[in-house]
């Protein structure tokens, strides 16, 4: 089981790591970095991600898109050898989508059928893109009927090589338990009518199939984890309920990884990590049993120190109950920590071994815990301040509201003066027009008056000249 990427408290990661499933071995592969691309001789950098797909195809292993620290627009497909050991940029022809992480990535046939996922600017998508994996050409699907609404943290899977089938994710305000059906020849969505006990809305939840038997195991709703394992089988659309758990552990987590495998000849479900308030490294296995149910078991043998570290860091007390198989005899039945009893083929050492191992995980534990502890009264001191200072935020906001309506009430007056200034100015532009009419007015009538006297005053003149009289007072 390939592990890449993922994030650890806010931090995104590129590490690669591999779980020999014979062994229980973990290794850590010190992954190189080809110089120039597959296609193109412009250098390459691998980019630490999270909410990408790894997909296995050939001889190698895929990383499609995910979310980075600094976002980019390109659409990423990188591609790692398992036999030389070297990361390589795949260059893709056609247009790509726009870069996302959080959708699904499904492999049909030779090509890889991408849908959803929520891009840069957390907008949530619903388009669906093909990558034909021989050609790296990509192909922008227009699909007919209804698809399912945005989303990302869902789940999908193909069916008889023709039937896509979507099922739940979430949006930004909710979650999701709706089942799409995408017909990969004629391009119709569908909605078809689910059966028997229906799975509680969840996102980022893990899916894969054992025949025709769809396996979903953990998510949530951002409040809490998804406890019940459930199956549907994609011919009969039928759900069921295969195990439960109870509390807050790995397999009730968001974002864990989920691979199937063989072990003994057996089909067997492995889990990985996940977040559920706490970052999990754990390892869990379900293993289907001949009567279609399923009991939780690990993997043979004793583990060695690299997975049992990892196998017990988080979740020492499961709630849910486990069985253990010992060889080619005998059952070993653990339903909790302190009722664990150590195997007895290794002898004493074996079982000091494992008492030293749990006292020091329970120091480990306590110690988390004081520090839960300690954070959580960190946190009620914030709380509280955050609170002291709403409240005088709110008192502040109070005064202002009172200020703006004063303003506001002085504003309206102030704008009733400016109307009476505007009309009496109107008022004084006319009377200045008439005074102004009236002065010319005026003007016009003496400068007549004065004419007139001048003509009188001139043959006034003239008569006396010639010895004529004025014919009354008036006129001398």
């Known amino acids: 089981m390939y592990i890449y990427g993922g ?18 071995t973990w290794s850590k592969i010190e992954a190189k970095v080809e110089s120039k691309s597959v296609e193109t001789p412009s250098p390459i950098n691998i980019t630490p991600s999270a909410g990408h797909s790894l997909i296995p ?38 247009k790509p989508p726009v870069s996302r992480g959080g959708q699904s990535v499904t492999l049909v046939g030779t090509t890889l059928v991408i849908f959803g ?9 619903n388009d669906l893109h093909i990558l034909d994996l021989e050609t790296l050409t990509w192909d922008e699907i227009d699909a007919v009927g209804v698809p399912p609404s945005p989303r990302s943290g869902h789940a999908a899977v193909v069916h008889a090589e023709r039937y896509l089938l979507i099922f739940g994710g979430g949006s930004h305000a909710t979650c999701f338990n709706d089942l799409h059906v995408l ?24 899916g894969v199939t054992v025949g025709e038997n769809w396996f979903i195991v953990g998510g949530g709703d951002n409040k809490s984890g998804a406890s019940e394992t459930v199956v549907l089988n994609m011919s009969t659309l039928a759900w069921s309920v295969v195990t439960s758990v109870e509390g807050r552990v790995p397999l009730a987590s968001e974002g864990l990884s989920l691979v199937v495998g063989s072990l003994n000849g057996e089909d067997i479900l492995i889990s990985f990590g996940g977040y559920n308030g706490h970052y999990n490294s754990e390892v869990n296995v379900l293993k289907p049993s001949h009567k279609s149910t399923l009991q939780s078991k690990i ?31 005998g059952k070993i039945r653990e339903t909790a920590i302190d009722n664990f009893e150590p195997m007895k083929s290794k002898g004493g050492e074996t079982s000091e071994h494992i008492l030293a191992m749990l006292k020091a995980e329970k120091e480990e534990l ?4 004081n520090n839960e502890k300690l954070l959580s009264l960190q946190l009620k001191q914030e709380l509280a301040d955050a609170e002291a200072r709403n409240t005088d935020l709110y008192k502040e906001l109070q005064s202002v509201r009172g200020q703006l309506a004063s303003e506001q009430s002085r504003c309206f007056k102030l704008e009733v003066d400016v109307a009476e200034l505007r009309q009496k100015l109107q008022t004084m532009e006319t009377l200045q027009r008439e005074l102004e009419l009236l002065q010319r007015q005026k003007a016009t009538s003496e400068q007549v008056a004065i004419n007139a006297k001048q003509r009188q005053g ?4 003239w008569g006396w000249l010639a010895g004529s009289t004025p014919q009354n007072a008036d006129d001398a």
């Not at 017909?183 to 893990?206: F, K, N, Y």
């Not at 690299?306 to 849910?320: F, K, Q, Y």
């Open 57 to 94: 195809w050939e001889n190698k292993l895929l990383s499609i898109a995910g979310h980075t620290k600094d976002p980019s627009e390109t659409f990423q497909v990188k591609a790692f050898d398992l036999q030389i050991g070297t990361w390589s940029m795949l260059n893709t022809y056609g």
């Open 7 to 24: 994030n650890h408290n806010g931090r995104y990661l590129s590490d690669l790591h591999v779980l020999d499933l014979r062994s229980c």
């Open 366 to 369: 306590e110690s988390s815990f």
């Open 117 to 125: 996922g929520e891009d840069a600017k957390q907008t949530l998508l």
């Open 299 to 329: 993997m043979e043998g004793p583990l060695p120190d690299s997975v049992s570290a990892v196998h017990n860091a988080t979740n020492p007390t499961r709630d849910l109950e486990s069985e253990f198989e010992v060889g080619q005899e």
């Open 458 to 461: 001139s043959g006034g003149v």
């Open 183 to 206: 017909d990969l020849q004629t391009m119709e969505w569908s909605r078809p009518t689910q059966q028997g006990e229906i799975p509680v809305p969840r996102a980022g939840h893990a």
